[in-house]
């Protein structure tokens, strides 16, 4: 006989959420690491998150990830928000903590460990951020965080763009909004990032930008994780730039989720295999 017939439970709460795929690679992290762990896709409406939450504290689920329309009005119902989280406006992430549920937002420091991976340090680097939307809003508080002394947000929605920057700005970065009109013209910098929604599977277009302005020691990165090379990356490969997918990110923000919710480091390899393997039998 086993000592406990009850596996820990965790998930994610979206709608829509069919087409997510994060319950593939926190399965696989379950698995490596031994752990009777599961992670249920739950289909939640906005006007049931209320309800949801109070199922989630009355199950005792270990806690759940967030994801499209429910990030922002999440906020709500957790009992405590990390200081990141709170600068972001968003939470992606819920960990219960005794009777306590407490948010974190684990999308830009997903983001900086995947360029950390990649060998990109950000400390006194410049970024373009394209895009002004929550991703791009995750990714410019945390790159600040991580030393970045130069954010420029391009963004369609001028006031968002302006947003971003807002909160980002201070002594140690400075951070602007540029507008986007048009073909956009890309500033120098280090690091490139395509954080706008545009290129995702079954879009196939990419960001309307001046490809020309990208040069071969620029870093061009994408959060679009399906597919994995967006033409948004093979055109900033053909100006010689070398390039990273938005897998990184996606793997590393789950595997910091793993880790706040078990405790334990995360079977990063099996993530990534597990993600990859999903992506090639699409
Ligand atoms: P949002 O809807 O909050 O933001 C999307 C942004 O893209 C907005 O700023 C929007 O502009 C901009 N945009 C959309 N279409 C265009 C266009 N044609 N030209 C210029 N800008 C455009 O979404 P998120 O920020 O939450 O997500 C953005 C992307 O990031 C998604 O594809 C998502 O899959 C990906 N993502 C990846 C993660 C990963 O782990 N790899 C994690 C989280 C997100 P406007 O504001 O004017 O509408």
């Not at 990830?65 to 992606?92: C, F, Q, R, W």
Request: with cysteine.
């Amino acid at each position: 006989m086993k000592s406990s017939y009850r596996s820990r439970l965790v998930g994610v709460f979206g709608s829509p959420v069919d087409e997510n795929p994060s319950v593939v690679m926190n399965e696989a992290a379950f698995a490596a690491a031994g752990l009777d762990w599961r992670y249920i896709t739950m289909l939640v409406e906005p006007q049931d998150l209320a309800a949801a939450f109070a199922g989630l504290r009355a199950m005792n689920f270990e806690g759940v990830n967030l994801t499209i329309p429910h990030k922002v009005e999440g906020m709500k119902y957790v009992d405590e928000i990390s200081p990141g989280a709170k600068l972001i406006g968003a939470i992606n992430h819920v960990v219960r903590k005794g009777d306590r549920l407490v948010g974190d937002n684990t999308d830009g420091k997903g983001f900086v460990e995947g360029l950390r991976h990649a060998g990109m340090e950000l400390t006194g680097k410049s970024i373009v951020v394209l895009g002004a939307g929550g991703a791009s809003r995750a990714i410019c508080v945390e790159c600040a965080l991580a030393g970045c002394t130069e954010i420029q947000i391009l963004g369609r929605t001028a006031s968002k763009a302006g947003e971003i920057a807002d909160i980002v700005n201070n002594n140690a970065c400075i951070a602007r909004a540029l507008p986007w009109e048009g073909t956009a013209r890309i500033p120098a910098c280090d690091i490139l990032i395509n954080a706008t929604s545009v290129g995702l599977a079954p879009d196939p277009n990419c960001p309307d930008i001046r490809y020309e302005d990208i040069v071969p020691g620029m870093f061009v990165q994408d959060v679009i994780p399906n597919p994995l090379d967006t033409l948004f990356l093979q055109k900033a490969r053909q100006r010689g730039a070398k390039t990273g997918s938005g897998l990184s990110m996606l793997v590393q923000q789950g595997a910091i989720g793993f880790t706040l919710w078990t405790g334990q480091k995360a079977p990063l390899e099996a993530m990534q295999r597990a993600m990859e393997q999903e992506n090639a039998s699409q």
